[in-house]
């Protein structure tokens, strides 16, 4: 079945830098989605891609789906200490369910 | 608008025992999902159901049972609890399938002893 990975597991950053997480999968993907879980709380959506090479903004957040549709990147630049949680990507491998990666956790050093 | 609620909370349960765990949405929502969450292992789906009276196994169903009576709630019953499915529990509902949003409940954390 598909799996869908995320590296790194964690990420460790100084506020202020910035940093990348990437999400690959073993098969193409329809779209993939993006959420964001912060510490105690439950996930809630971020953004959807559906393009091949599509990328979208979010303020300081970049998303970008792959040529092949089988990968995925979250840019995040001038990291803040409200970016602080898990960031988990999520790909369709038929229409009813998605398949979520393991996270991303990021912590922010100030 | 509550959107997508979890009962209980917390629940503290022996080996053996079982107990149900209740989600409900107002939000008319077809699809509905339950996840559990455990460290390093991201969300894996249980069960899920694409409509009233539909269900449909996910990825980890052993040991779990679900029903969806009515299209608003969805409940995740637990018939003979075992340590290893201490976990944090999510359930969450889209629209219409897996290229809509997924809304998730505030979460319903187990521990099996």
């Known amino acids: 079945g598909q799996q869908v990975m995320q590296i790194p597991q964690y990420q460790h950053v100084q506020e202020g830098e910035d940093f990348t997480t990437y999400c690959n999968s073993s098969?193409?993907?329809?779209?993939i989605q993006w959420y964001k879980q912060r510490p105690g709380g439950h996930p809630v959506f971020l953004i959807q891609?559906?393009?091949?090479?599509e990328v979208k903004k979010q303020k300081r957040l970049t998303f970008q789906f792959g040529e092949a549709k089988k990968n995925s990147s979250l840019h995040i630049t001038a990291t803040q200490t409200t970016d602080v949680g898990t960031y988990f990507c999520?790909?369709?491998?038929?229409?009813?369910?998605?398949?979520f990666g393991a996270g991303t956790t990021v912590t922010v050093r100030a | 608008n509550a959107g997508v609620t979890q009962t209980p909370k917390f629940r503290v349960l022996k080996t053996g025992q079982s107990m149900t765990l209740l989600c409900a949405q107002d939000?008319?929502?077809?699809?509905m999902y339950w996840y559990r969450q455990d460290p390093g292992m991201g969300l894996r789906l249980i069960h899920y159901?694409?409509?009233?009276?539909?269900?449909a196994k996910g990825e980890v169903p052993d040991g779990y049972n679900v029903s969806r009576l009515k299209k608003q709630n969805f409940l995740l019953g637990l018939e003979s609890a075992a340590p290893s499915q201490t976990s944090v529990y999510f359930c969450?509902?889209?629209?219409?399938?897996?290229?809509?949003?997924?809304?998730f409940g505030p979460g319903t954390r187990l521990l099996v002893l």
């Open positions: 969450a509902s889209s629209y219409a399938g897996a290229h809509e949003t997924q809304y």
């Open positions: 098969t193409t993907l329809s779209n």
């Open positions: 891609l559906v393009k091949s090479g």
């Open positions: 999520a790909g369709t491998p038929n229409d009813y369910k998605l398949s």
């Open positions: 939000m008319n929502h077809e699809y």
């Open positions: 159901s694409v409509g009233e009276g539909t269900t």
